[in-house]
């Protein structure tokens, strides 16, 4: 499973000639990573004297951010799993 891999497992088998893991599950993991450093930068800011003015739009974003993340995390698998459903349609050859 994607889930428990490795980064590097998982590259390998991203950049293979296999259609899973495909488009969709890597855009999923790039999302999570995005929403990832976007929760690391409300964390930095949460509970700073000089942010205290802006702490509640900061915690609103924190939240959006864990949500989304866990989105992307729970999608990603799925995609990959699902076997590159559609892919027939698309491929060349």
Same mark, same amino acid.
């Given at each position: 499973m994607y889930l428990y891999g490795t980064v590097r497992s998982y590259a390998e088998e991203a950049s293979s000639g296999q259609p899973t893991p495909g488009g969709g599950s890597v855009a999923a993991l790039a999302g999570a990573l995005g929403m990832t450093m976007g929760c690391m930068a409300a964390n930095f800011t949460v509970g700073k004297k000089k942010f205290k003015a !802006?702490?509640?739009?900061?915690?609103?974003?924190?939240?959006?951010?864990?949500?989304?993340?866990? !989105? +992307?995390?729970?999608?990603?698998?799925?995609?990959?799993? +699902? *076997?590159?459903? *559609?892919?027939e349609s698309t491929s060349v050859g």
């Open positions: !802006v702490e509640p739009e900061v915690q609103q974003l924190l939240a959006a951010c864990l949500r989304a993340r866990a !989105v +992307d995390i729970a999608i990603s698998p799925r995609v990959a799993e +699902d *076997g590159g459903a *559609g892919n």
